[in-house]
């Protein structure tokens, strides 16, 4: 009976720690955005690579729309290469991270 209990015991805590959300901190994304700031904070910046293409700025933008961006990025959903790369190297903790701290950029 010990044993039932201790393993539904840990399955709960393993449950909890798969279902916790994500919190993204805005802070710890300081050392994460030399990868972002090469393009995203120059105005009118235009990549061309793999064509010529506008680069937004991302200052601003919702959290939600920047996670969910770098996300779909990363599954292959959207196609710009250098981003693809770039999302692929994130985990679900850096893409909140950075998620925080664009959203409070103006």
Do not use: W
Request: with cysteine; proline share 4%.
């Amino acid at each position: 009976m010990k044993k039932l209990f201790a393993l539904l015991a840990l399955a709960s805590v393993a449950q909890v720690a798969v279902s916790a959300e994500v919190v993204g901190n805005a802070k710890a994304a300081e050392n994460k955005v030399a990868m972002c700031i090469g393009c995203h904070a120059i105005p009118g910046y235009k990549a061309t690579f793999p064509e010529v293409y506008q680069v937004p700025m991302i200052g601003g933008q919702s959290a939600k729309y920047i996670e969910s961006a770098l996300k779909a990025y990363r599954k292959g959903d959207r196609k710009h290469p250098s981003m693809r790369g770039i999302a692929g190297s994130l985990s679900d903790q850096d893409i909140a991270d950075l998620a925080a701290y664009y959203s409070q950029q103006k």
